[in-house]
């Protein structure tokens, strides 16, 4: 089985953060980024090959995954291979969705020669072993397998809902239904038998009637023609970090060490590229309750439940609260910053302010917060 | 830009490694954890890549298991390439009796003299020789320019000390005339306290054909004895000249200097100089979870590494990785390996833990600044075991808890 993390998403509900680089590239929990969890459950669950297929601002992403060793990824057969979009004789190859990136990478893909092939997104933070998945998929003799979530029943139509029979065979597939009839939502993450897939891809596309998207097209079409799809149920943590209050939601939840992910287990770690930095240190003066510190910082003042990635500067008599601090951040002296993101590289002058309420406060990347000089004031 | 195969690497990690014992019973000097993160091993490795070498053979007589584990292909010093690399030279021949004492007999000379090929392969025009006693950082582009310049057969670094110090006192001092040619050398201890001392750093840098050459005539006329013995002779000898290295140095001879290196690093300007400055001294990455600092955790001047748990008060001391501390415990003025755990209740003071100790609730441990109590590595401290821990060095039956340990 080869995988296929589709990582092109803009996630432009995460405005300032998604401006200059894309969704799966986004930080997460001070250490790593979103991608990390995708690549590291790879890693973990055997899996060799792997496409990442990239589109929108993809610098900083490919940048990270680079030959993909930090996730031991870098074999000599397979490895993890960046695809973008290219030109061609038949024009330019935009990926429409997220069925149309696969069809324009099967190339890529038959030059492997799977007959698995398993399809993820690069924007959800989870453990999962994708071999039990596959376990499930042979077992049943699906074509199509669908990793599936029970949601709270009130949230089920934000979700792709699975309506399932008793033996998990998915019998009708809704986007987003006004009256959902189940809980089960699509986690977006499947298994195709690929000369199945592969099939209804090309006939499509040769009849003109393209399956862009997966959810919207390509589960339909196999349900329409009898295919064997079923719903794979996962049980454990999953979140989508589609939006700022999402994404700082679920960094909050991350800082208690009694989090669901246990991430501080040794049989499924999560990898990600690190850095060279000297520890961190904690000056005198400086308070840290209830946060997530790593290396190369260097406080002294004073944070309170937040989250602080590497390289991080905090000045004497700051008072980080409930915030996320990205990688490379100068914070100056006496600045307070409450319920806020802070992207990386971000520069605070002393007595600088960020307090957000309701809605969580964002400082981009490389902004500026205070400070303003003589002809200024 | 550099020539390729300008200059070659060598890591001469022969050092006799009792003298920082217990932490040096079953590794060397040259894989002694630091400063929460580091090996020794890694500021050599960095110093010599970051100028560009890219071909470093290391020489030791000694268990290679736990720098090979540590160094293993040297990527994460960029050694992985297509060109050089990284090259192990053993002492195959020496006796366990020598490997003991940390030097064989005959003296490591022959473990070059036997593979003077590795000189001639790298293609160099010049070696750069260093070990990993001498901790420092050193700028290894800025000494190599410094020796063409002078025309000088060798180049040999040193630091300029306003007194003796105790821990140098192992070392060897140069004398240097005042166009900084070396004129003499001798053990520390010779000279008296007045004036200046200039500590050899045995770091050398000599066109290669020298080096073999100088290898050649020890052997041919069947002496016995070290390369830091040949170098020592040939740099009063030969016309050599001294490059002033002014950064953060300590001589790790002992325990005490050990401890004291560590504790140098709460200074900012200390570590700074170390750690901080313009070449970044790489090591092998682990990937381990943000260090969590609880509510009841109280953290002051101290260096912590990543994957901790702390719930207790820590002052003024150095963690590695994966150390937890439980509530209500103090810890001062201590170095805590890897691995360790500290129960609650529990209260350390100048103490150096070695990897995955444990220490039990409520057991108390004081030290003192100039003899830190050291524990060795996987040992179970109770409060039971406690009462014989004097601020003396302290021996464990290893066969107390001796899982584990291969994979260091």
Same mark, same amino acid.
């Given at each position: 089985?080869?995988?296929?993390?589709?990582?092109?998403? +803009?996630?432009?509900r995460?405005?300032?953060?998604?401006?200059?680089?894309a969704?799966?590239?986004?930080?997460?929990?001070?250490?790593?980024?979103?991608?990390?969890?995708?690549?590291?459950?790879?890693?973990?669950?055997g899996?060799?090959?792997?496409g990442?297929?990239t589109?929108?601002?993809?610098l900083?992403?490919?940048s990270?995954?680079?030959?993909?060793s930090?996730?031991?990824?870098?074999?000599?057969?397979?490895?993890?291979?960046i695809?973008?979009?290219?030109?061609?004789?038949?024009?330019?190859?935009?990926?429409?969705?997220t069925?149309?990136?696969?069809?324009?990478?099967i190339?890529?893909?038959?030059?492997?020669?799977?007959?698995y092939?398993?399809?993820? #997104?690069?924007?959800?933070i989870?453990?999962?072993?994708?071999e039990h998945?596959?376990?499930?998929?042979?077992?049943?003799k699906?074509?199509?397998?669908v990793?599936?979530?029970?949601v709270?029943?009130?949230?089920?139509s934000?979700f792709g809902i699975?309506?399932?029979?008793?033996?998990?065979r998915?019998?009708?597939?809704?986007?987003?239904?006004?009256?959902p009839k189940s809980?089960?939502?699509?986690?977006?993450?499947?298994?195709?038998?690929?000369?199945?897939?592969?099939?209804y891809?090309t006939?499509?596309?040769?009849?003109g009637?393209?399956?862009?998207?997966?959810g919207?097209?390509?589960?339909p079409?196999?349900?329409?023609?009898?295919?064997?799809?079923?719903?794979?149920?996962f049980n454990?943590?999953?979140?989508?970090?589609?939006?700022?209050?999402?994404?700082?939601?679920?960094?909050?939840a991350f800082i208690?060490?009694d989090h669901?992910?246990?991430?501080?287990?040794?049989?499924?770690?999560?990898?990600?590229?690190?850095?060279?930095?000297?520890?961190?240190?904690?000056?005198?003066g400086?308070?840290?309750?209830?946060?997530l510190?790593?290396?190369?910082?260097?406080?002294?003042?004073?944070?309170?439940?937040s989250?602080?990635?590497?390289?991080?500067k905090?000045?004497?008599?700051?008072v980080v609260?409930?915030s996320i601090?990205?990688?490379?951040?100068?914070i100056?002296?006496?600045?307070?910053?409450?319920?806020a993101i802070?992207?990386?590289?971000?520069?605070?002058?002393d007595n600088?302010?960020?307090?957000?309420?309701?809605t969580?406060?964002?400082?981009?990347?490389?902004?500026?917060?205070?400070?303003l000089?003589?002809e200024e004031? | 830009?550099?020539?390729?195969?300008?200059?070659c690497?060598?890591?001469?990690?022969t050092?006799p490694?009792?003298?920082?014992?217990p932490?040096?019973?079953?590794?060397?000097?040259?894989?002694l954890?630091?400063?929460s993160?580091?090996?020794?091993?890694?500021?050599?490795l960095?110093?010599?890549?970051?100028?560009?070498v890219?071909t470093?053979?290391?020489?030791?007589?000694?268990?290679?298991?736990?720098?090979y584990?540590?160094?293993?292909s040297?990527?994460?010093?960029?050694?992985?390439?297509?060109?050089?690399g990284?090259?192990?030279?053993?002492?195959?021949?020496s006796?366990?009796?020598?490997?003991?004492?940390?030097?064989?007999r005959?003296?490591d000379?022959?473990?070059?003299?036997?593979?003077?090929?590795?000189?001639?392969?790298?293609?160099?025009?010049?070696t750069?020789?260093?070990?990993s006693?001498m901790?420092?950082n050193v700028?290894v582009?800025?000494?190599?320019r410094?020796?063409?310049e002078q025309?000088?057969d060798?180049?040999?670094?040193?630091?300029?000390?306003?007194q003796?110090?105790?821990?140098h006192?192992?070392?060897?001092?140069l004398?240097?005339?005042?166009?900084?040619?070396?004129?003499g050398?001798?053990?520390c201890?010779?000279?008296?306290?007045?004036?200046?001392?200039?500590i050899n750093?045995e770091?050398y840098?000599?066109?290669?054909?020298?080096?073999?050459k100088?290898?050649?005539?020890?052997?041919?006329e069947?002496?016995?004895?070290?390369?830091?013995d040949v170098?020592?002779?040939?740099i009063?000898n030969?016309?050599?000249?001294g490059?002033e290295?002014?950064?953060y140095l300590?001589?790790?001879?002992s325990?005490?200097?050990?401890?004291e290196?560590?504790?140098?690093?709460?200074?900012?300007?200390?570590?700074?100089?170390?750690l901080?400055?313009?070449?970044?001294i790489?090591?092998?990455?682990?990937n381990e979870?943000p260090?969590y600092?609880?509510?009841?955790?109280?953290?002051e001047?101290?260096?912590?590494?990543?994957?901790?748990?702390?719930?207790?008060?820590?002052?003024?001391?150095v963690?590695?990785?994966?150390?937890?501390?439980e509530?209500?415990?103090?810890?001062?003025?201590?170095?805590?390996? +890897?691995?360790? #755990?500290?129960?609650?209740?529990?209260?350390?003071?100048?103490?150096?833990?070695?990897? +995955?100790?444990?220490?039990e609730?409520?057991?108390?441990?004081?030290g003192?600044?100039?003899?830190?109590i050291?524990i060795?590595?996987?040992?179970v401290?109770?409060?039971i075991?406690?009462?014989?821990?004097?601020?003396?060095?302290?021996k464990?039956?290893p066969?107390?808890?001796?899982?584990?340990?291969?994979?260091?």
């Amino acid at each position: 089985m080869i995988a296929m993390i589709l990582a092109g998403g +803009q996630g432009s509900r995460l405005g300032k953060l998604t401006r200059t680089i894309a969704k799966p590239a986004v930080p997460f929990g001070g250490k790593y980024r979103i991608i990390d969890f995708s690549l590291s459950n790879c890693s973990n669950s055997g899996i060799r090959t792997i496409g990442v297929v990239t589109q929108y601002q993809p610098l900083e992403l490919n940048s990270h995954i680079g030959n993909g060793s930090h996730w031991g990824l870098d074999h000599k057969d397979g490895g993890v291979t960046i695809l973008q979009p290219h030109s061609s004789l038949d024009g330019e190859k935009w990926f429409e969705g997220t069925a149309h990136a696969i069809y324009q990478n099967i190339s890529y893909i038959d030059s492997h020669n799977p007959t698995y092939l398993l399809i993820l #997104s690069g924007d959800h933070i989870y453990k999962m072993d994708y071999e039990h998945m596959l376990h499930f998929h042979k077992r049943k003799k699906a074509t199509a397998t669908v990793a599936v979530i029970h949601v709270p029943l009130e949230e089920a139509s934000r979700f792709g809902i699975m309506n399932t029979d008793n033996t998990d065979r998915i019998i009708d597939f809704e986007e987003k239904p006004a009256k959902p009839k189940s809980n089960l939502a699509s986690m977006g993450i499947y298994i195709f038998t690929w000369d199945v897939l592969r099939r209804y891809l090309t006939e499509s596309h040769a009849t003109g009637q393209n399956m862009d998207d997966f959810g919207k097209n390509v589960i339909p079409t196999f349900l329409a023609n009898g295919e064997n799809v079923f719903a794979y149920s996962f049980n454990g943590y999953w979140k989508d970090v589609g939006t700022i209050e999402s994404l700082w939601e679920a960094n909050m939840a991350f800082i208690n060490p009694d989090h669901e992910l246990n991430i501080r287990d040794k049989s499924w770690r999560i990898y990600s590229k690190n850095p060279v930095a000297p520890p961190h240190f904690l000056a005198k003066g400086a308070k840290v309750k209830e946060s997530l510190i790593v290396d190369g910082c260097y406080i002294s003042g004073e944070i309170n439940h937040s989250i602080i990635s590497q390289n991080v500067k905090i000045g004497a008599n700051s008072v980080v609260r409930d915030s996320i601090v990205m990688a490379n951040t100068v914070i100056g002296k006496n600045v307070t910053i409450d319920r806020a993101i802070v992207g990386e590289h971000a520069v605070f002058a002393d007595n600088a302010q960020i307090v957000g309420d309701d809605t969580i406060e964002v400082v981009g990347y490389n902004e500026i917060v205070g400070g303003l000089n003589d002809e200024e004031k | 830009m550099m020539k390729r195969n300008k200059i070659c690497g060598i890591l001469n990690i022969t050092e006799p490694r009792v003298a920082a014992n217990p932490l040096t019973m079953n590794r060397p000097i040259a894989s002694l954890p630091f400063c929460s993160r580091y090996r020794l091993i890694d500021f050599p490795l960095t110093n010599l890549t970051t100028a560009g070498v890219e071909t470093i053979g290391i020489f030791t007589n000694d268990n290679l298991r736990s720098i090979y584990d540590h160094v293993r292909s040297g990527k994460e010093w960029g050694l992985d390439s297509l060109y050089g690399g990284l090259f192990f030279f053993t002492d195959y021949s020496s006796h366990p009796h020598d490997k003991a004492i940390g030097g064989s007999r005959e003296g490591d000379v022959y473990n070059y003299y036997n593979n003077i090929e590795f000189f001639e392969k790298s293609e160099s025009e010049y070696t750069v020789i260093m070990g990993s006693q001498m901790l420092c950082n050193v700028d290894v582009q800025a000494i190599l320019r410094h020796h063409i310049e002078q025309g000088a057969d060798i180049t040999v670094v040193y630091k300029s000390f306003e007194q003796v110090n105790k821990e140098h006192l192992q070392g060897s001092c140069l004398t240097i005339d005042e166009d900084g040619r070396v004129r003499g050398i001798k053990s520390c201890n010779l000279f008296n306290n007045a004036g200046k001392l200039f500590i050899n750093m045995e770091i050398y840098v000599m066109k290669t054909h020298l080096l073999t050459k100088l290898i050649r005539n020890v052997v041919a006329e069947n002496e016995h004895c070290n390369l830091t013995d040949v170098l020592h002779q040939a740099i009063v000898n030969l016309p050599s000249n001294g490059f002033e290295y002014t950064g953060y140095l300590k001589a790790i001879h002992s325990v005490g200097a050990y401890y004291e290196a560590n504790m140098d690093m709460l200074h900012d300007t200390n570590l700074t100089a170390l750690l901080k400055g313009s070449q970044s001294i790489h090591t092998k990455v682990k990937n381990e979870a943000p260090t969590y600092y609880a509510r009841s955790s109280k953290v002051e001047n101290s260096l912590i590494a990543n994957g901790c748990m702390i719930y207790g008060d820590v002052s003024h001391s150095v963690l590695f990785r994966n150390v937890t501390v439980e509530k209500n415990t103090t810890i001062n003025s201590s170095v805590i390996m +890897q691995g360790s #755990s500290i129960g609650s209740g529990a209260e350390l003071h100048y103490v150096v833990l070695d990897k +995955q100790v444990r220490i039990e609730p409520n057991t108390k441990l004081f030290g003192t600044k100039d003899k830190p109590i050291v524990i060795e590595k996987n040992s179970v401290i109770s409060r039971i075991s406690e009462s014989n821990l004097s601020s003396e060095t302290i021996k464990f039956d290893p066969s107390i808890e001796n899982a584990n340990t291969f994979f260091s």
